[in-house]
């Protein structure tokens, strides 16, 4: 919707609220003006006890009275006339004397007998539907004005909102409704905001999946192809020299498939999805293990163990920490280049173990870490392939230590390296 131009929404929720208010205010103004005929001395009540006691006192002195009714004329705006016993004009304050004389005391008003004979007449002030008719348009035309702000206030986080959830129906995943209101309308436009973020993220990680597991499958079926080309023609020697590089290949596939299977159980079902075998468990040996993995897998990498004294056991799975421990030290090695070495060190700390793999590399930028856990996302995707991954594995290693009731976390700085904390409670907390 255009700044200049409003919706249907708008002019419906303005109409009902300018009739709404000028109810409210002809309702107000109905039993204000009830309530004030009701009070002071010129309701009937009071009209009756001045009679009794102040018009009863003067009927006998008609200039005397005529003063008084003069006085409450100019006092409070009301006109009163005084008749006697026959109906004749006693007194009067009326602007138009003839007319009151002529009434004969039944003039429009509130009449109260009086103690010695004769009728007091308050009169009425006459009926001019003039008057009440701008006088309801006046309010109406206040109203109005005044309703225009209140309604737009009400209406554009709503039509932001549609026109937002139009654009994010229709493919446009940057679409926002930037709704700066308060209250409830601000929390649901915030929400939006961010479910829209998320979906936003959600579709990139995928299209980046698609991107990076072609990128990976594209090398080693290549290799297989051109295996099976040189069985074809009967070149055994150079097929049996690709079909020996097509085993690891296989391996890194079977892994890359895992790995993708792995990540959408874990986002479908979280942490849960994960089946632990959990068992006391010492980590140092779990580490042991892991960097006699890495360095059989990585020839000529310096890995620097140090595992500390005294550790406490913990509640876990041994076979998921090493595979977290693996994928950590695997990425250490991707983006850090030899002769640098990577650390993996496990100490104690109150109440848990903390395991820490640190890496000498390009580091991280600052705006990638908060992305870092997000399935698919790499922080260098200019890597090629053997180095550059899917962007799963810190994701695995994530949900393996929810899954244990630990954290990871991680520190790090372009040029200088990377430290990924793990910190898993001990079995006794």
Do not use: C
């Amino acid at each position: 919707m255009s700044r200049r131009g409003h919706g249907p929404l708008f002019w419906r929720v303005y109409l009902h609220g300018v009739l709404l208010l000028l109810v409210v205010a002809v309702a107000v103004g109905g039993v204000g003006f009830a309530l004030r005929r009701g009070s002071g001395w010129w309701s009937e009540r009071g009209a009756g006890r001045y009679a009794a006691e102040r018009v009863g006192e003067l009927a006998g002195d008609p200039p005397r009275l005529a003063a008084e009714l003069s006085r409450v004329r100019e006092a409070f705006g009301v006109e009163a006339s005084v008749y006697g016993p026959g109906g004749a004009l006693v007194a009067t304050s009326a602007r138009d004397p003839a007319a009151a004389a002529r009434a004969d005391g039944r003039r429009r008003g509130w009449t109260v007998p009086l103690r010695g004979g004769g009728t007091l007449v308050v009169h009425s002030p006459p009926h001019d539907p003039a008057r009440g008719l701008l006088f309801i348009g006046a309010v109406l035309a206040a109203l109005a004005v005044a309703s225009y702000p209140l309604t737009r206030a009400i209406v554009a986080p709503v039509e932001r909102l549609t026109a937002a959830a139009r654009a994010l129906g229709a493919g446009d995943l940057a679409a926002r409704a930037n709704v700066r209101a308060h209250g409830e309308l601000g929390e649901l436009g915030r929400s939006f905001d961010e479910m829209a973020a998320r979906l936003e993220a959600l579709v990139r990680g995928e299209r980046e999946l698609l991107a990076n597991v072609s990128h990976e499958l594209r090398t080693p079926l290549a290799r297989i192809r051109v295996a099976l080309e040189l069985a074809a023609e009967g070149d055994a020697a150079r097929a049996r020299r690709y079909l020996g590089e097509i085993g690891q290949d296989l391996a890194e596939l079977d892994a890359l498939v895992q790995d993708v299977l792995d990540a959408a159980r874990l986002e479908a079902r979280g942490a849960a999805a994960l089946r632990l075998d959990a068992g006391p468990l010492d980590l140092g040996e779990v580490a042991r293990a892991a960097a006699a993995r890495f360095q059989g897998g990585h020839e000529g990498r310096a890995l620097e163990l140090d595992v500390a004294d005294g550790l406490p056991r913990v509640q876990g799975d041994a076979a998921l920490l090493r595979r977290m421990l693996d994928n950590l030290l695997d990425n250490a090695a991707k983006y850090s280049e030899p002769p640098a070495p990577v650390r993996l060190s496990v100490r104690a700390e109150p109440g848990a173990a903390v395991m820490e793999v640190t890496d000498r590399g390009i580091g991280i930028a600052a705006d990638d870490l908060p992305r870092l856990f997000t399935p698919f996302f790499r922080t260098d995707r200019s890597r090629e392939r053997g180095t550059g991954g899917t962007g799963l594995g810190l994701v695995l290693a994530r949900r393996v230590a929810e899954a244990h009731g630990g954290s990871i976390s991680v520190e790090s700085a372009p040029g200088q390296g990377s430290t990924f904390r793990v910190r898993l409670p001990s079995a006794g907390e």
